[in-house]
């Protein structure tokens, strides 16, 4: 499929080390796909839904210590412990590689070898990579070909000369968690995962390569890889606007990717449009602007509370050629389901870990985890744009996380400075202690804590960095909360769809419009140009708006406490900027 020798050596240097017994290079033809499927099928690692209802669709199970991210088996390997900073495991390349040669020697024994060539991002595109992902996993083919565009035409993009291309390395191994490792290798350009076979540890293109690997990339090259969904939001006779947000694992990137307008504004014929729901790349153009592409192909939305009103266009999606990962699988009729989806009575099933399962029963039948594997292509709000070469227009960065009290429903950054500062003091509550009934805020930078494929101090100074190349072209910032509570722990604001409204006034700062409260943190909206139109029956009155938007005082010097600390882990590392902003910050609640 290729004359390129890099490529070439290194597959046959992984096939001599992993010793398998047969190796498969995926093409990316639909008819290699199918066979893929059947084999997949026969050997049960998924299995079919009901084809009338579902077609295309099929059921999987991850073993049950292996359904989610594994943080602590995920390390960088810069040669420098100091490169890679206080969020991130660290080891030394030599030792690390010592390790996985061990582990990877004969793994693939009797196992075929797939090799699956890709392109992160439209194939061609200026801002595009090509990789080269070993597995021995069926499943993580299926997978990867629906996240990613794979087969001869990355191949081909590349050339038979280049050397610049990723090296993903895979094997579930024995599933062994004690020996489990994604190690990531950002001066190699490479990725090796071991003894896993689900999600982000075994699906090396999305966070391994797209984020973590990127990241570092895009701090050497000059641009941004961002753990962020790309949405342009269309607007009755004026141009369409894209923004980019990055919200924590968890916190609404898929959902706010898909949002449908209500009513008032899909009347008035606003449309949102989802360029890409969970990871972004960005580089300034030739004009000057900032350009985003979405490097992935296709979706692995998370299932629980996905339904037809929180997230349609996804429940639309998800009704053909999708892969869905330890759901609830419906015996009755064939199709999966999970909890949130809707209030159907399950009688016979099987839940996520292989049992028996029925609506009576008191555990729950999906992983909070479970995931939808889907292309983009079946997504009905997918952006025209989805796969132009060149991107799109930021206009607009949003930050947000899970916070119940502190944080307004929205507000805006003075300037990119404190936009960057905005962004580094993302955090999300967690539950803690071991009744889990007291809540601490797990700080996540950009959302990017577990992404960021070295020092996070160092990536603070390239947005700042950023923003002086960017200049007046630099998007403007802002910062949501969905996730106000009142006294009884009840959201306080609708969201999903409704979110549009606050979409709306960022839309209206971002081309001049609208004035502004300022406050202590940033620049609020004035309550009245939140729109609550029809608003009523969720209970949304000017007062409650006003409520949304309150700054306490008392709870922002605590965060204060809080930023403190975490900045305090990165020493003298952290740009001076930022503890300039955070010195500003404690001023201004004074
Ligand atoms: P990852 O794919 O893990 O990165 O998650 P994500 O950021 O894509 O989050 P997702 O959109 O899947 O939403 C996660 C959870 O938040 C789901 O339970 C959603 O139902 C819930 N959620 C999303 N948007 C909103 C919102 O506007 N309001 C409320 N209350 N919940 C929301
Ligand atoms: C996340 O955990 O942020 C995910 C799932 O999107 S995974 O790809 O498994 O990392
Ligand atoms: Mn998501």
Not at 68 to 89: H, L, M, W, Y
Request: contains cysteine; proline residues 5%; charged residues 25%.
């Amino acid at each position: 499929m290729t004359k390129n020798q890099s490529i070439l050596n290194w597959v046959e240097e992984m096939s001599i080390l992993t010793k398998p017994a047969d190796v498969v290079w995926i093409d990316g033809s639909d008819e290699q796909i199918a066979d893929l499927r059947q084999k997949a099928v026969d050997s049960g690692i998924i299995k079919p839904l009901c084809q009338d209802k579902l077609p295309g669709c099929a059921v999987h199970r991850t073993a049950v210590h292996d359904a989610a991210r594994s943080e602590q088996k995920t390390f960088i390997c810069s040669p420098n412990e100091k490169d890679v900073g206080p969020t991130n495991n660290w080891c030394a390349p030599d030792e690390m590689y010592d390790t996985l040669h061990k582990l990877f020697d004969g793994v693939m024994r009797g196992r075929t070898m797939y090799v699956i060539p890709f392109s992160m991002g439209p194939v061609g595109s200026k801002l595009s990579k090509v990789g080269i992902k070993i597995t021995d996993s069926i499943f993580v083919v299926l997978n990867t070909f629906i996240l990613a565009r794979c087969g001869k035409l990355a191949l081909d993009s590349l050339g038979d000369e280049s050397n610049d291309w990723v090296r993903g390395m895979h094997s579930t191994g024995q599933l062994d968690d004690e020996n489990r490792y994604i190690a990531h290798f950002p001066l190699d350009n490479a990725v090796w995962s071991i003894n896993s076979g689900s999600g982000g540890n075994a699906l090396l293109t999305k966070k391994c390569i797209a984020l973590r690997n990127a990241s570092y990339q895009g701090k050497s090259e000059g641009w941004l890889a961002e753990h962020m969904l790309i949405i342009g939001v269309e607007r009755p006779e004026k141009d369409t606007v894209y923004i980019a947000a990055a919200l924590p694992s968890h916190c609404g990137k898929t959902n706010l990717a898909m949002l449908v307008p209500p009513e008032g504004y899909a009347k008035n014929g606003y449309k949102v449009w989802c360029v890409s729901d969970d990871v972004a790349w960005l580089k300034q153009g030739t004009d000057g602007k900032l350009w985003a592409i979405n490097p992935e192909n296709g979706f692995f939305g998370v299932a629980p509370d996905t339904n037809n009103k929180t997230n349609p266009n996804a429940i639309s999606t998800v009704q053909k050629n999708t892969i869905f990962t330890n759901v609830v699988h419906n015996l009755d009729d064939n199709s999966v389901w999970w909890e949130g989806l809707n209030d159907d009575k399950i009688t016979n099933a099987v839940d996520w870990k292989g049992n028996p399962w029925n609506s009576d029963s008191s555990e729950k039948g999906a992983h909070t985890n479970a995931r939808f594997t889907a292309p983009a292509s079946d997504c009905p709000c997918i952006s025209p744009e989805h796969d132009n070469a060149e991107g799109v227009p930021i206009s607009a960065f949003i930050f947000g996380g899970k916070r119940a009290k502190t944080l307004p429903l929205v507000y805006q950054a003075f300037d990119w400075k404190h936009g960057v500062f905005v962004g580094s003091i993302v955090g999300t509550e967690v539950a803690s202690g071991l009744t889990g009934s007291s809540v601490s805020v797990r700080r996540d930078p950009m959302a990017m804590l577990p992404f960021c494929g070295y020092n996070m101090a160092d990536y603070f100074g390239h947005w700042l960095k950023m923003g002086d190349r960017l200049g007046r072209n630099a998007p403007k910032v802002f910062n949501v909360n969905w996730f106000r509570t009142n006294d009884e722990g009840n959201f306080v604001w609708p969201g999903y769809g409704e979110n549009m409204r606050v979409l709306d006034w960022i839309i209206e700062r971002v081309c001049g419009n609208k004035g502004v409260v300022e406050t202590p943190i940033g620049y609020e909206p004035k309550p009245e140009d939140i729109n609550i139109d029809g608003l009523e029956d969720a209970g949304i009155t000017l007062d409650v708006i006003k409520e949304l938007l309150s700054v306490d005082k008392v709870l922002w010097k605590e965060e204060v406490n809080g930023i403190k600390q975490f900045y305090t882990k990165f020493g003298d590392r952290l740009p001076e900027e930022m503890k300039t902003q955070l010195v500003d910050l404690e001023k201004r609640l004074l």
